[in-house]
């Protein structure tokens, strides 16, 4: 919240500023609450049970896949998702 | 390289039982590492808030996880959080041998004497039309998103809590407390005055607990909706509108009452806990069936947190739901035994213990007379439409789970084996209790349909971690 604690991220291509150490789910929910797409339908997910046991969440942090609702924000962190704007890019 | 840990004992889970069992363990002389996925030690019930700033910072409940973390590193417990056990094995000379991932990339091998369990509880979901939609989250979920972060809920738009159970309540006074409007609280059961007062009666420390709750609910200013529960969730790509329904005498929702909440952005939704029992079960040791605990849970002896399976203890909402108190209380005891059986000790002084197993009982009394107020719903309360995925991790849906229940299949483990629910990274834990539903209504019994025995990795976790870790296990690297 206070303005001197933001940092930088990389959200789906696009630098965005964050408070540090802001769950990525508070993240990306702002955005749209849904950031994944499901395996056979491709229907829309989201975070789900936001204690890292159903994996709806799942992002890419720094190359790596991840879930959102486990992770905070870091300076310079990038993050990718499945079907946010600038994914695949 | 796979990092390496010799110890007496290891605890699985942070929170308020896995953190008293530790520092107990600790305090009776043995070597003790605790391990958590999360950043930060404490579990649900001491979950730390993430911003200095939030409204949560300084609360009894963030406080006191603090401590009892403070406490347990001053009892020389090593706590290594980000940390992930994706498997647990015996090992032959009856020890027990933890791969774990750490901060999602490092593979970590822990050998242990013995191994205290306290992988604490989650929410049993229940499928509803429109359960699957970006924007309906669970209950706890909205409970983290106002706990930890800026304290406010992301997604624009009315917030809706619904469900059953004394949690709903909690979370609205979460609501109360961040001071984020809550719009509509829509709970299965009424009311029941009556045995309410009873049960506090018989528990006055509780009385200005449950007073609390209530005076939080009227605060946080929502529509207030007993007996009704949430037929549809409606949008497109996201939550847009919510529908409820009052319950009638047959327990289910009548459609002719359907009332439609528009702009809704959140919908959290819990209907009671369940036991996180993957690595328990994964262990072999024996679990029981209780609505009234969660339903499946770890079984153990109350004096000693000894499960079925020599070395291994839980403690916690892993032996059975009852809230954070019941959790310290078996944590303290279960760490004790397993520190006196690591060290070829005579069991904990019984004058130290006994007093601990009363008060044990007492809290575990509590928590049932608790249960009994909001019984679990048993079935599927809603009639699903056929293409409702039941499975969210392989779209597995209800006519799928119904053709393979007619073809035969009379248990869990041969529903997933025939449609692939409970095959995905969630490993049948969210799937579970709606499959159990099912085959209940085809007729067996969920003692009978039993659960997914969980398999190698228990988490989904990196290949090169597993193998790394499973190659320290072995002792080649
Ligand atoms: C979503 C949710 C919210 C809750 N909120 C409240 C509340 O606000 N107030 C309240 O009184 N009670 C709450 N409860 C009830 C809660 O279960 C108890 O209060 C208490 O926290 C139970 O203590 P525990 O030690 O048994 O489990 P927990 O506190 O749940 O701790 C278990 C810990 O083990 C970790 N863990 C599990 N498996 C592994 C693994 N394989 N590897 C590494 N770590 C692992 C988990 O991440 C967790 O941190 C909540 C429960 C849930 C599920
Ligand atoms: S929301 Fe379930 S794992 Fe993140």
């Given amino acids: 919240m206070s303005e001197d604690r933001t940092i930088g991220v990389i959200l789906d291509g696009v630098p965005s500023r964050c408070a540090e150490g802001l769950p990525l789910t508070s993240l990306l929910a702002a955005r749209a609450p849904g950031w994944r797409a499901s395996p056979r339908a491709g229907a829309p997910r989201g975070m789900f049970c936001g204690m890292g046991l159903c994996f709806e969440c799942m992002v890419e942090v720094d190359g790596r896949p991840a879930r959102a609702c486990l992770e905070t924000a870091r300076e310079g962190m990038k993050i990718r998702t499945a079907t946010g704007p600038g994914a695949g890019s | 390289?796979?990092?390496?840990?010799?110890?007496?004992?290891?605890?699985?889970?942070?929170?308020?039982?896995?953190?008293?069992?530790?520092?107990?363990?600790?305090?009776?002389?043995?070597?003790?590492?605790?391990?958590?996925?999360?950043?930060?030690?404490?579990?649900?019930?001491?979950?730390?808030?993430?911003?200095?700033?939030?409204?949560?910072?300084?609360?009894?409940?963030?406080?006191?996880?603090?401590?009892?973390?403070?406490?347990?590193?001053?009892?020389?417990?090593?706590?290594?959080?980000?940390?992930?056990?994706?498997?647990?094995?015996?090992?032959?000379?009856?020890?027990?041998?933890?791969?774990?991932?750490?901060?999602?990339?490092?593979?970590?091998?822990?050998?242990?004497?013995?191994?205290?369990?306290?992988?604490?509880?989650?929410?049993?979901?229940?499928?509803?039309?429109?359960?699957?939609?970006?924007?309906?989250?669970?209950?706890?979920?909205?409970?983290?998103?106002?706990?930890?972060?800026?304290?406010?809920?992301?997604?624009?738009?009315?917030?809706?809590?619904?469900?059953?159970?004394?949690?709903?309540?909690?979370?609205?006074?979460?609501?109360?407390?961040?001071?984020?409007?809550l719009a509509h609280f829509v709970e299965y059961r009424r009311p029941n005055p009556r045995a309410t007062a009873r049960l506090l009666a018989r528990h006055l420390r509780k009385l200005a607990e449950a007073f609390g709750l209530l005076r939080d609910l009227r605060r946080s200013g929502a529509e207030r909706h007993f007996g009704h529960i949430v037929t549809r969730a409606l949008g497109k790509d996201r939550l847009e509108a919510v529908e409820i329904a009052p319950i009638d005498a047959s327990g289910r929702p009548d459609p002719a009452r359907v009332q439609r909440i528009e702009g809704v952005g959140t919908l959290a939704i819990g209907y009671g806990f369940q036991p996180v029992t993957d690595v328990t079960a994964a262990l072999g040791a024996d679990h029981g069936f209780d609505p009234a605990l969660g339903g499946w849970h770890c079984i153990v002896d109350p004096a000693t947190g000894a499960s079925s399976r020599p070395g291994l203890y839980a403690a916690g909402e892993v032996s059975g739901i009852g809230g954070a108190s019941p959790a310290r209380l078996s944590g303290r005891i279960a760490g004790s035994h397993a520190a006196a059986a690591a060290l070829g000790r005579a069991a904990p002084d019984a004058a130290i213990v006994a007093p601990l197993a009363a008060e044990l009982a007492a809290a575990r009394g509590f928590a049932r007379g608790l249960a009994a107020l909001y019984p679990p719903l048993p079935d599927l309360p809603l009639d699903l439409a056929?293409?409702?995925?039941?499975?969210?991790?392989?779209?597995?849906?209800?006519?799928?789970?119904?053709?393979?229940?007619?073809?035969?299949?009379?248990?869990?483990?041969?529903?997933?084996?025939?449609?692939?629910?409970?095959?995905?990274?969630?490993?049948?834990?969210?799937?579970?209790?709606?499959?159990?539903?099912?085959?209940?209504?085809?007729?067996?019994?969920?003692?009978?349909?039993?659960?997914?025995?969980?398999?190698?990795?228990?988490?989904p976790t990196p290949l090169p971690v597993v193998r790394a870790a499973l190659a320290a296990e072995r002792g080649s690297t």
Wanted: aromatic share 6%; hydrophobic share 45%.
């Fill in chain 2, 1 to 181: 390289m796979t990092a390496r840990l010799h110890v007496d004992v290891a605890v699985i889970g942070a929170g308020p039982g896995g953190l008293a069992a530790a520092r107990a363990a600790a305090e009776g002389g043995a070597r003790v590492v605790c391990l958590d996925l999360f950043a930060a030690a404490g579990g649900q019930y001491h979950m730390q808030p993430t911003q200095p700033e939030s409204r949560f910072a300084q609360t009894p409940q963030v406080l006191s996880g603090r401590d009892a973390a403070r406490a347990a590193r001053s009892a020389g417990v090593e706590i290594l959080t980000r940390t992930e056990v994706f498997w647990v094995a015996g090992t032959e000379d009856g020890g027990y041998c933890l791969s774990a991932c750490q901060a999602g990339a490092e593979a970590l091998s822990i050998r242990a004497t013995t191994l205290v369990v306290a992988s604490g509880a989650m929410e049993r979901p229940l499928p509803f039309p429109g359960w699957t939609l970006p924007g309906v989250i669970g209950a706890g979920a909205a409970q983290r998103l106002l706990k930890t972060g800026t304290g406010a809920l992301p997604v624009p738009g009315k917030a809706v809590l619904a469900g059953s159970g004394p949690f709903l309540m909690a979370v609205a006074q979460t609501f109360a407390k961040a001071g984020q409007p």
């Fill in chain 2, 386 to 459: 056929p293409d409702e995925v039941l499975c969210r991790c392989e779209d597995v849906t209800l006519a799928e789970v119904r053709a393979a229940v007619a073809d035969g299949a009379r248990e869990t483990f041969a529903v997933k084996m025939w449609t692939r629910a409970g095959m995905g990274p969630c490993q049948g834990r969210i799937c579970g209790a709606a499959i159990a539903a099912e085959l209940r209504r085809a007729g067996t019994r969920p003692e009978a349909a039993g659960f997914n025995r969980p398999h190698l990795p228990l988490r």
